[in-house]
Structure formats: structure tokens, C-alpha cells
């Protein structure tokens, strides 16, 4: 009996970049000297973790943003390269180290995330309080800015940050209410908006961002906008998605250029005070031009 063979099944190609999202390597002598700093004070940057487009824009004029609590990540989010595992041992030094290189940088303007440490009781809040007090102690001139994760809901750990005074708390929303099952699994859209609203409430200087072309729909993002300034948000950045891995999950579209423009029209009608949209833009991209 004879048998047809089976057609070999071929990966649907991944849709080409526009121009507009095109940008050059990074090269250049500040490029150097920060990636070397970096490394000597053993220190980890969401630019390089998280492969960001903006890396070569960024350290090239000598900004770049720290990502402390080591480069191992407890949560499985679909759109993220940061590798996910168990962590090493939490490293209590960093903070000094990280003051250290943000005073060499002599930055005005620094900006501290972190991987999730969901084994840890506080998340490494502590680790955020340190650090942003060890930079104020080095360079008291320069404004800080977190992008703390969810902290699972333990609001105690969100009130040791805001209790060290950040001048932007900044916790990213990502995607639509409908796609965090499958963009942030370990994540939960309410936690998100009564986070920014406690740091509200606290007094802080509040921003967060999401992502577009990963299945969202345009009335959604604007749904999302809406429930943003329900809480009184302050800051909104709103980029594009791009595919880290081919495990990652897959660009749905390529947001135009006009669109991103329109929804920052839409933001800033709402009454957000600043907005950054556009192809490129990531949660701290000009994040020094966001506050005056």
C-alpha cells in the first residue's frame, strides 16, 4: 500500500521591520566607556537584558538604565529576553555599586528597574530603598526613577519604596486587560491600576507604559488610557512590540508612525501631562524630559 508523504511544515515567516524601526548599531567612545563601567561594577542594564532598539541612542549619550536584584527573572512573561529561572543569592552590595557608577556618570536623571523576585517576602523592595538612597547620598542633584514590579500585591513592599522617595514611580500596565493571561501570566491588571493608585494616593509622581502590536485592538488601548487616568496616572509611554526570541511571542503588526501620534493626542487630551509614543519608545526613552 502506498502512503503519501507528509509535507514538511515550514515556520510562517516573521513580518519584516519598516523603516521606521530600523535603527543603527551601537558604537562610539560614550557607548564604550558606559558599557565598561557596566561590567566593572558588575551591574546589569535592562538595555542589553532586554535587548532594547534604543541601547546605541542611549549610552551613546551617556544615560542608561540599571536593572538591580541580578539578571534573573522569577516570572515567564511572553515579551520579555530578560531570562527567567531561581535567582542567585540577593546581592546586598549593589546599591553602593550603583550609586557608585551613576556618580561616575555624573547623571542628572537615573533610572532603576529590576527583574520580579517573587521567592523573596518583600520582592527586593529594600533593594529598591537602598539604592535609591545610596544614589542620593553620592549624588544628591539627580532625580530617581523606579520601574518596580507588581510585588504580587504585597503592598507593604510598595510603601518601603515610596517610602524612600523616588521622584517617578513607574510601574508598566504592558498590554490589554484581555491579553495578560497569555503577555503577563503571573501578572493581573487590576493589581496594576491599584498599584499606581496607592502611589498615588501616597503623593508619588506616577507613570507607566504599554506595548503595541501584540494583538491589542486600538479601542482597547484607549479603554486602558482611560483606566489610567481613572487613577490619576501622570506619565504614559506607549511603544512597539518587537519579537525578542522566536519563543517569544510574535509581532501581530507594525503600529504606523500616525497611529502612535493619535494616541498621544488622545493621552494628552485626557489630561495625562506628558506622553512619549512612537515606534522606539521604551518606559525610560527620554525618560529625563518627562518631569520638569
Known sequence: MSTTPTEPQTEAPRPR??????????????YAEIKGLVQRHR???VCEEARCPNVGECWSAGTATFMI????????????????????????????????????????????????????????????AESIGAIRRALPACRVEVLIPDFRGVWS????????????????TETVPRLYSRVRPQARYERTLELLQRAKTHGAFTKTGIMAGIGEHDDEVIEVMRDLRAV?????????YLQPTKEHLPVERFVTPDT????????????????????????????????S
Open 69 to 128: 536584584l541580578g539578571d534573573t527573572c522569577t516570572r515567564s512573561c511572553g515579551f520579555c529576553a530578560v531570562k527567567t529561572g531561581r535567582p542567585a543569592t540577593l546581592d546586598l552590595d549593589e546599591p553602593r555599586r550603583l550609586a557608585e557608577a551613576v556618580q561616575k556618570m555624573n547623571l542628572t536623571h537615573a533610572v532603576i528597574t529590576s527583574v520580579n523576585r517573587d521567592e523573596l517576602p518583600d520582592g527586593g523592595a529594600a533593594i529598591f
Open 260 to 291: 502612535f501620534a493619535h494616541w498621544r493626542r488622545e493621552a494628552l487630551a485626557m489630561g495625562f501631562r506628558y506622553c512619549e509614543s512612537g515606534p522606539l519608545v521604551r518606559s525610560s526613552y527620554h525618560a529625563e524630559q518627562q518631569v
Open 232 to 240: 490619576d496616572c501622570d506619565v504614559l509611554t506607549i511603544g512597539q
Open 157 to 172: 513592599a510598595l510603601q518601603t519604596v515610596l517610602d524612600a522617595a523616588p521622584d517617578i514611580l513607574n510601574h508598566n
Open 17 to 30: 521591520r519598516p523603516e521606521w524601526l530600523k535603527v543603527g548599531l551601537p558604537r562610539g567612545e560614550n
Open 43 to 45: 551591574l546589569h542594564t
